[in-house]
């Protein structure tokens, strides 16, 4: 009842938070209440992030002694997988040729690519937390793992997917094809 209860508290947060933080030129709520199904998709995104990082959180330590301490280092390996979704965030946002809040404000596909991002660094991130309670080795993982997941998205964005993938997110409104090209990304 209590890790429900936290767990609950702790995913209501998180969304809260990494809205605010990684959606800044966005007013979530509106934009929801407007339909609009980008915002709606990079928020989806932002969560469901959230929750994969603190599934992989709530399985303890299989170090910890007492529930104290695995309710520390429960909260200790969450708010790092967070920290790491939202520093990809900002880069990702950064590398990006087009302004990706600019473009989910628009209602296009921007927010497909970026949130399907986000959910795939939160499973890179969550994977060494699942399987070690080294700090080190979650970092090195994690760090590697989003400098290849940048590079992998660059790749499938140019060579894979047919035309100019950055220029459709960014110029179109066709969500079949983004739809698609997404499906491509998320394999």
């Not at 209501?12 to 959606?23: D, E, F, G, N, R």
């Not at 959180?57 to 301490?69: I, Y």
């Amino acid at each position: 009842l209590l890790y429900s209860a936290l767990t609950y508290l702790l995913v209501m947060i998180a969304c809260t938070l990494q809205s605010k933080l990684l959606l800044i030129k966005l007013n979530v709520r509106r934009e929801l209440l407007k339909r609009n199904v980008s915002v709606a998709l990079t928020f989806g995104g932002v969560c469901i992030a959230s929750a994969i990082n603190l599934r992989a959180s709530m399985m303890g330590s299989p170090s910890s002694q007492s529930f104290g301490e695995t309710l520390g280092v429960t909260i200790m390996y969450f708010v790092m997988g967070q920290i790491c979704v939202l520093l990809f965030g900002w880069v990702f946002q950064i590398i990006t040729v087009y302004d990706d809040q600019k473009e989910a404000l628009a209602n296009n596909a921007a927010g497909i690519k970026w949130s399907s991002n986000l959910v795939a660094l939160a499973v890179i991130s969550s994977a060494p937390i699942e399987r070690t309670s080294e700090l080190a080795s979650f970092w090195a993982f994690t760090g590697l793992g989003s400098v290849f997941l940048i590079l992998f998205d660059f790749v499938v964005s140019y060579l894979l997917v047919p035309g100019n993938l950055m220029q459709e997110i960014s110029k179109d409104q066709n969500w079949g094809y983004s739809l698609i090209c997404a499906a491509i990304l998320l394999t």
